[in-house]
Nanobody, 126 residues
Framework: QVQLVESGGGLVQAGDSLRLSCAAS????????MGWFRQPPGKEREFVAA????????YYADSVKGRFTISRDNAKNTVFLQMNSLKAEDTAIYYC???????????????????WGQGTQVTVSS
């Protein structure tokens, strides 16, 4: 059974940094694309960052490009999201997601991911 557990959220001020972690279990890490999504208050869930199917490249939403960095520790089956220069509009529940790479699917669509974590709240005060 695949399990994704996020941690690291919290309440910070604008301009601060946070590092989110996602511990994955029950899956073969190399057989999945890992990504981060977020859901701001009253809005739909949206793409934040993801790896390519091979894991060699990364993709980012325009709104976080240059401020957020996705990374992974394959030995620990853990994915990270380093968030710098946080803004009030980054306030959201952040979700880790896993997509099987047995077929080609977009990295940016929530419907293309097979497993989700429970989410971690990030609140940025301005």
């Amino acid at each position: 059974q695949v399990q994704l557990v996020e941690s690291g959220g919290g309440l910070v001020q604008a301009g601060d940094s946070l590092r989110l972690s996602c511990a994955a279990s029950g899956l073969t890490f190399s057989s999945y694309r890992m990504g981060w999504f977020r859901q701001p208050p009253g809005k739909e869930r949206e793409f934040v960052a993801a790896f390519s199917r091979s894991g060699g490249w990364t993709y980012y939403a325009d709104s976080v490009k240059g401020r957020f960095t996705i990374s992974r520790d394959n030995a620990k089956n853990t994915v990270f999201l380093q968030m710098n220069s946080l803004k009030a509009e980054d306030t959201a529940i952040y979700y880790c997601a896993a997509q099987r790479i047995d077929r080609i699917r977009s990295y940016a669509s929530t419907g293309n991911y097979d497993n989700w974590g429970q989410g971690t709240q990030v609140t940025v005060s301005s």
